[in-house]
Nanobody
């Protein structure tokens, strides 16, 4: 069983930055993504990166503000979020998809609040 441990959420003023991190335990290779869910809204994709780290994709709303990258440690991922807006307020979830078994795993979520 893979566990995803997230860190880095918190509160920030509009225009500020936060960096989220996620570490997936266990062996294997994983596509890693970040999703978010705001109150009363559906969960949406924020960003994703392949197991090799060579391809990334982002939700349309990101518009160059966020950067996803794989960490130096195996199966870790970071999400650097800049120029944050109040509408970025949500619970952010780390997601892993096994390229071997197609199994899916979710983290517990970390709150990001953007408010003045």
């Amino acid at each position: 069983q893979v566990q995803l441990v997230e860190s880095g959420g918190g509160s920030v003023q509009p225009g500020g930055s936060l960096r989220l991190s996620c570490a997936a335990s266990g062996p294997g290779e994983y596509v890693l993504r970040w999703y978010r869910q705001a109150p009363g809204k559906e969960r949406e994709l924020v960003a994703g990166i392949t197991s090799t780290g060579d391809v990334t994709h982002y939700g349309d709303f990101v518009k160059g503000r966020f950067t996803i990258a794989r960490g130096n440690a195996r199966n870790t991922v970071t999400l650097q979020m800049n120029r944050l807006k109040p509408e970025d307020t949500a619970v952010y979830y780390c997601y892993a998809w096994s390229v071997i078994t197609s199994a899916e795993f979710w983290g517990q979520g970390t709150q990001v609040t953007v408010s003045s």
